[in-house]
């Protein structure tokens, strides 16, 4: 357990579909982060919030929507997603942008669209 | 794009020490060199960082070559729950967390 959880952990969706990702975490950080991790690919940076701000959004499409209501949680709406966006989509969590401080990651959500 | 090289793969007997090595020749001097893992379809876990001494902690040792341009993340007796894909990965600190993943090194320990 690295006190950040993820829910769902499985979802099935249809590219229709409107869903979300829910990331929590635990370890009073001020700074979260969504990955995508595709089949046979390293790990992207998706989204950084630091204290609820957006500060980076690494040219994601307009059909992956974050949102961070508080320092502890962070989400992930889906709509209209392609087959390709099939993938695990991970948060992790940091104190934030300061010396050394390393980012814990949750277990992620395995995401299929059919 | 990442700013490390790693190989594709490699494997280590259960009990020996596994040395997993990583190029970084462009390392910058405000760069700290950070190591993960990642164990089958779960998060990646955080081992170790340095940035110019050599660091140990309880999970592994880390040795920066003098000139900083490679590591080896040291795993001194892996067992089988070691096998993952291990992550090296440079990281400038100061006003971004920002982690560059790479492909990695899978590690296979094999009874």
């Known amino acids: 357990e690295t006190g950040v959880t993820q829910t769902p952990r499985h979802l099935v969706m249809g590219m229709t579909n409107k869903k979300s990702l829910k990331c929590e975490q635990h370890?009073?950080?001020?700074?979260m982060y969504w990955y995508k991790q595709s089949a046979k690919k390293p790990l992207e940076l998706m989204f950084v919030?630091?204290?609820?701000?957006?500060?980076e959004n690494n040219s994601v499409p307009s059909r992956f929507s974050p949102e961070c209501p508080n320092s502890s949680h962070l989400f992930l709406h889906l709509h209209t997603l392609q087959p390709e966006d099939s993938a695990l989509y991970l948060c992790a969590s940091s104190q934030g942008p300061s010396h050394q401080e390393t980012q814990y990651f949750g277990p992620g959500t395995r995401l299929l669209v059919l | 794009d990442a700013k490390t090289t790693q190989p594709t793969s490699m494997d280590c007997a259960e009990g020996r020490a596994a040395n997993l090595p990583c190029n970084h020749s462009?390392?910058?001097?405000?760069?700290?060199v950070y190591w993960y893992r990642q164990i089958h379809s779960q998060g990646p876990q955080y081992i170790i960082h340095?940035?110019?001494n050599n660091e140990t902690n309880e999970m592994a040792s880390l040795i920066i070559t003098e000139d900083r341009k490679s590591s080896t993340l040291i795993l001194p007796h892996a067992t089988l729950r070691d096998t993952a894909v291990y992550y090296c990965i440079v990281r400038v600190i100061y006003n971004t967390d920002k982690l560059i993943f790479g492909t990695g090194t899978r590690l296979q320990v094999f009874p």
């Open positions: 919030y630091n204290f609820k701000e957006q500060t």
């Open positions: 340095g940035l110019k």
């Open positions: 462009t390392i910058s001097g405000n760069e700290y």
């Open positions: 370890l009073g950080h001020n700074a």
